[in-house]
């Protein structure tokens, strides 16, 4: 089986050859012959709508068939969506686009008594201190709580 690279369609030709055997002989069928690939290259970077970053230089004049960009999402992002690939595909920028979600949970600092806040996608976690307990670290644990000697 005969493919184009990634990157690159069939413009004419068959993907597949047939051999022929007979004793000692063996030969290709003339109609398996002539894959021919149009390999065309992007003229510019591509672009997010969100104008996301990627790893792509956009100085470059042009971009090969096959060639791949990745975005990524802003400082205090995450993904939430899409894979942030975009592949040169015969002279089109293709892929899905990256769709990022801010992390906000934490900007109010809900986690009382010490705990330690983490972002999460549409919240937040709150990991309480030796002593307290709750959702936002706000109960005193009396299990983990010293007694005073008297």
Request: one cysteine or more.
């Amino acid at each position: 089986m005969f493919e184009c690279r990634e990157g690159c369609i069939r413009r004419k030709g068959k993907k597949r050859r047939v051999c022929y055997v007979t004793g000692r002989s063996k030969w290709w069928k003339r109609a398996g012959t002539g894959l021919k690939c149009r390999c065309n290259p992007c003229t510019d970077a591509p672009s997010h709508p969100e104008d996301y970053p990627s790893d792509c230089d956009p100085a470059l004049p042009s971009y090969p068939a096959g060639y791949a960009c990745n975005f990524t999402c802003p400082t205090g992002y995450v993904r939430a969506l899409g894979g942030g690939r975009a592949l040169c595909n015969n002279g089109q920028w293709t892929g899905n686009d990256l769709v990022c979600e801010e992390l906000s949970g934490c900007a109010s600092s809900p986690c009382q008594n010490g705990g330690t806040c983490l972002n999460e996608v549409n919240g937040y976690t709150c990991t309480c201190a030796p002593g307290y307990d709750g959702v936002h670290c706000e109960t005193d644990d009396i299990r983990t709580t010293p007694f005073p000697n008297f």
